[in-house]
């Protein structure tokens, strides 16, 4: 009896933590790619979002490398801040393309307010659009890396922000699955009963 008690402790333990852990991502600052997976020919154009949400205070700022394989793809053109959700007259000095990269750095316009930003902005909007051309058959992973978002003034990062990739498939390829964070929770709750299970059993 005992021992069923204790594993029923553990199990509410584990999901509680699970729980507290999703609640925390969620709240956090996500920077993604939409769409996720796409699949272009080889000639013709493809194009995605680069979009932040769970924002619970407004960005001013943001600068990060979009990585992918220029063997697959041809970069055409980009645009931040397609929305104006970040004033009228931004500060653009992003580095562009250069190989299989594309760099960032974007502020809001100087005279933005922290209730203008967080009208205009809300939980989530597109920092960036990008356009490519396919090349050849082959599968381009898009990974987002070095990302920063400032808080409305500049004056420092916002924290906990994280990132998820993509990827662009042209011509004749395979798309890979790309598991969303919450996989990962449900994949590490499971392994915490089975580790519970397997205890109670010794």
């Not at 584990?14 to 991502?25: C, D, H, I, R, V």
């Not at 790619?33 to 979009?51: F, L, Y």
């Not at 989530?124 to 992973?141: D, E, I, Q, R």
């Not at 409305?152 to 964070?181: K, R, Y």
């Amino acid at each position: 009896m005992k021992s069923i008690h204790r594993t029923l402790q553990r199990l509410a333990l584990a999901a509680f933590a699970a729980t507290a852990f999703l609640s925390q991502a969620e709240a956090a600052p996500i920077v993604s790619i939409s769409p996720a997976s796409q699949n272009i020919g080889v000639g013709a154009p493809g194009s995605i979002d680069i979009i932040v949400s769970g924002l619970t205070a407004p960005t001013g700022g943001f600068s990060l490398t979009l990585g992918f394989n220029n063997s697959f793809l041809s970069s055409v053109s980009f645009l931040n801040d397609p929305g104006v959700k970040m004033g009228a007259s931004p500060l653009d000095l992003s580095g562009g393309f250069s190989g299989g990269s594309l760099d960032l750095f974007f502020t809001a316009d100087a005279s933005s307010t922290l209730l203008g930003l967080t009208a205009s902005e809300g939980a989530s909007f597109t920092l960036a659009h990008v356009s490519f051309l396919g090349l050849a058959n082959g599968l381009s992973p898009l990974t987002l890396s070095n990302v920063v978002l400032s808080n409305f003034d500049g004056t420092a990062d916002l924290a906990g922000v994280t990132s998820t990739n993509g990827q662009i498939c042209v011509g004749d390829c395979a798309i890979n699955p790309i598991p969303e964070p919450e996989t990962y929770l449900l994949f590490a709750a499971g392994l915490a009963a089975l580790a519970v299970r397997r205890r109670r059993a010794k």
